[in-house]
Structures are given as structure tokens and as C-alpha cells.
């Protein structure tokens, strides 16, 4: 069979790359992936076919059917859990299925204020004088709340089904945690605010960074970083002509409640 072909930005910055490799790479998916930095010209670029558009990309049959490109971060990850029903990308139960897509739809549409002002950037540490408005703060707040209430309603349906739950937003690991993933870098990027965030919330949180596919996932951020072509200075240089600097955090680092 063929391999499909996932094309995108390189993760350590890409939201919306990352939540596809995310799924791709936690439920061991076979892929081919190709990273690009689009940003710098001095680099090589995607295949003509592939110039600026919007990414990612699959081509999931890249030899067969080279035309058949599925755009859009959660149009594939559809398409990845319709043709890998084996491994429930989406919660088994019906109602945690409904609420696992509610709660993506929301994220892909909404927070527009979180994520325009606070760029992704894994090993970005932002300290200083943030202006964090209103706005965010609030949207932060849904956010918490978003977390909080997908865990509370787990935890019940999962009891009530005698099924054991792994602390994931709806026990299993799904699509649902990989939209929620690079969200985690901006709480973590910017101390953002996690002002009422249940127990649970925050045991989902350190479930995510201490799951040891998500820390293969974080070692391969650094491992790119590695490489001076994956730089892309308008998601590190965000701060200009303020005091805030930016470090980043060590690989070792770990989320404490």
C-alpha cells in the first residue's frame, strides 16, 4: 500500500502542521512527512504543486492519485480517523464522540484572539513585561473552562460505562488532545493565565506533557532546532522594541501542578 505523503511547516511552530503530526505519529500512522520553511528564502521550497498554498497537505496517494490533496488540519485528521477506524482517533462513545468534535470545531474557530497575538513556538520562553488584555484573559478562561468540563464529563460516562479512562481530555488519547496540544505551548511559551482550571484540567495538562509519545514528540522539536534552516525569525522576533526577551526551556523540563 501506499505511503501517504503529509506536507507542512516545521512543527516546533506550525499549530495547525502539528496537530496532524501529532495524530500521525501517536497512533503510529505509516507516512512519508516533508517539512518546509516557507519563510526563508534561501532554503528549498515545496514542490511547485504545493507553492503557496495553505498547509498542511496530505497526498494520501501520492503515486496513484497525485491530485488528490486534502487541505486543512482537521478535514485530514477526518479523513486519517474514517480510514483508520481501527484506531479510534474519536472517543468509541457516542456522546464523548459528539463532545470530542464540539470540542474541536470550537478550538478550530474560535480563540482568535489567543491565537493571533500568541504565535506558536515550542521552545520559546517569553519573560517580561507581556501585555496580556482583557480579551485573552477571558478566552484563556473559556479555554480552562473548555478543559475542565471535557475531563468532569469524562470521568462520569467513563464510570458509568465501567471503562478506564487515561486521563486524556475524553480518556483515550484523540484528535481532541492534538488540537488542544500547541495550545499547551502558550500557556507554557507566554504564562498565560489558568485561572480556574479544575484538578482534573490540570492533570490533563501534565498527562500531555509527561505522555512518553508526546515526549518522543517534544524531543524531535529540539531535534529540528538543530538545524539553522528551520529558524523562522517572525515566530521568535514577535516582541519588538520591548523588554520581553526570549530564552527557551530546557528538553528536560517538566509541567508541575
Aim: proline letters at 7%; charged letters at 20%; glycine letters at 6%.
Amino acid at each position: 500500500m501506499e505511503k501517504p505523503v503529509f506536507i507542512g511547516l516545521y512543527t516546533r511552530y506550525s499549530s495547525w502542521t502539528v496537530r496532524v503530526e501529532t495524530v500521525l505519529k501517536y497512533f503510529d500512522i505509516p507516512h512519508e512527512a516533508q517539512m518546509w520553511n516557507v519563510f526563508n528564502d534561501e532554503t528549498e521550497q515545496p514542490p511547485a504543486p504545493f507553492r503557496g498554498g495553505l498547509f498542511p497537505v496530505l497526498q494520501p496517494k501520492p503515486k496513484s492519485d497525485p491530485s488528490f490533496l486534502i487541505h486543512d488540519s482537521l478535514a485530514i485528521c477526518e479523513y486519517l480517523a474514517e480510514t483508520n477506524p481501527e484506531l479510534e482517533l474519536w472517543p468509541q462513545d457516542e456522546k464523548l464522540r459528539a463532545l470530542a468534535r464540539s470540542a474541536v470545531a470550537v478550538m478550530h474557530s474560535g480563540f482568535t484572539g489567543l491565537r493571533n497575538t500568541f504565535a506558536c513556538n515550542f521552545l520559546a520562553k517569553f519573560t517580561g513585561d507581556i501585555e496580556i488584555s482583557d480579551e485573552i484573559v477571558k478566552e484563556c478562561r473559556k479555554m480552562v473552562d473548555l478543559w475542565s468540563s471535557c475531563r468532569a464529563t469524562t470521568i462520569q460516562r467513563l464510570s458509568a460505562l465501567g471503562q478506564t479512562d487515561q486521563g486524556f481530555l475524553f480518556g483515550k488519547f484523540t484528535i481532541a488532545d492534538a488540537f488542544f496540544w500547541p495550545v499547551l505551548w502558550r500557556f507554557r511559551s507566554y504564562g498565560l493565565p489558568a485561572t480556574g482550571i479544575s484538578d482534573e484540567g490540570l492533570k490533563w495538562m501534565k498527562t500531555m506533557w509527561s505522555d512518553p509519545k508526546m515526549r518522543l514528540l517534544q524531543a524531535s522539536y529540539f531535534e529540528q532546532a538543530l538545524n539553522p534552516d528551520t529558524v523562522m525569525p517572525n515566530y521568535d522576533n514577535i516582541f519588538p522594541g520591548t523588554s520581553v526577551k526570549m530564552g527557551s526551556f530546557p528538553e528536560n523540563w517538566t509541567f508541575t501542578c
